[in-house]
């Protein structure tokens, strides 16, 4: 969404192009994945963009088209995702409609349900086959659910097997587009999942996002999980090079710049990066008291009643 469903209105129809006999004019207004020529908006597509099922149902039923492709090669099912119609996502794909069909930035519906942080739309399209990790994607779905902010999107596609390394080369991991976005729940669930705290794009690492959005729960999130407060981007900026001097995002930082993390602290980190993404179920079947467990998890201690 926001940066993948800008739908361009400008396609340059006066250069043509002949390649293996197909003609194609300026973002190629050909075929998208044998879904048909690019056409205007259709009644489908209406239908599904404003959420009118019972509409969208006779069309359907009076055999309107439910892979017609309009401009940037947008289908009826990449409109209602985008807009969280479950409904309309329902009779669409009921009705045939391609679940892992792509617009010209190479977006899925799953892309656009994540983006949308529609939960349920998002379910369905997992249920009806919808690709988790899209070959030859670089900002994938996973990162479109950082973007939307739904934790329980996130969660879900991590649940579902999708790609916490993924890297966009210009916006880089999952994790650095919920930071970069101040989506502290995802953040979390991330790092929790096992994300690399101190990747980096052009050499910024989390934590110069973080700083940047003068987040102090992101950046005490982030040195928790063992974001290093030293590392330096393309610029050789730390961290606190973002921040004003004597805000709070400075003073954090300059805090943990001056104080070292504990013993038991470096320990965690060493043993979750060790494990990497399988940190979650391998700590928990340890043969450890459930209070050592749950701190290598990030879980607060247990209860003691008196």
């Known amino acids: ?13 006066s250069k043509k192009l002949e390649c293996d006999g197909s003609v194609f004019f300026g973002f190629t207004l050909f075929a998208a ?3 048909g020529f690019w056409t205007d908006r259709s009644a489908v597509h209406e239908a599904a963009s404003q959420g009118r099922a019972l509409q969208l149902q006779q069309l359907i039923q009076g055999g309107a088209a439910v892979n017609i492709v309009a ?38 519906p799953l892309c656009d349900a994540c983006a949308a942080g529609s939960l349920e739309c998002v379910k369905l399209l997992l ?4 690709t988790v990790n899209p070959p030859m994607f670089t900002f994938t779905p996973l990162h479109e659910a950082c973007m939307g902010g739904n934790s329980e999107c996130v969660q879900l596609m991590i ?34 999942a096992g ?19 003068k987040s102090v729960d992101l950046i005490d999130l ?66 450890l008291p459930n209070r050592i467990i749950r701190f290598l998890s990030y879980m607060p201690p247990p209860v003691i009643e008196i």
């Open 222 to 287: 982030l040195v928790e999980f063992g974001g290093n407060v030293y590392a330096r981007d393309n610029l050789k900026k730390k961290p606190i090079h973002y921040t004003s001097l004597g805000s709070p995002s400075y003073l954090s930082l300059e805090f943990y710049e001056n104080t070292p993390l504990s013993l038991q602290q470096i320990s965690r980190v060493a043993v979750r990066g060790a494990l990497g993404t399988r940190a979650c179920e391998v700590v928990s079947k340890l043969d």
């Open 195 to 213: 994300a690399n705290v101190n990747a980096a794009t052009l050499h910024e690492t989390t934590l110069h996002h973080a700083a940047k959005t």
């Open 127 to 130: 249920e009806y086959g919808a």
């Open 1 to 13: 969404m926001k940066r993948l469903l800008i739908m361009s209105q400008h396609a340059d129809t």
């Open 71 to 108: 401009v940037s090669s947008i289908t009826p099912l990449h409109e209602a995702c985008i807009r969280g119609h479950t409904k309309c996502v329902r009779l669409l794909l009921d009705a045939g409609a391609q679940v892992d069909a792509r617009n010209i930035d190479s977006s899925t």
């Open 159 to 192: 649940d579902q097997g999708a790609d916490i390394k993924a890297h966009d080369c210009h916006y880089g991991t999952p994790l650095h587009v919920a930071c970069g976005t101040q989506h502290y729940d995802c953040a979390k669930v991330l790092l929790n």
């Open 33 to 35: 994945q044998g879904l």
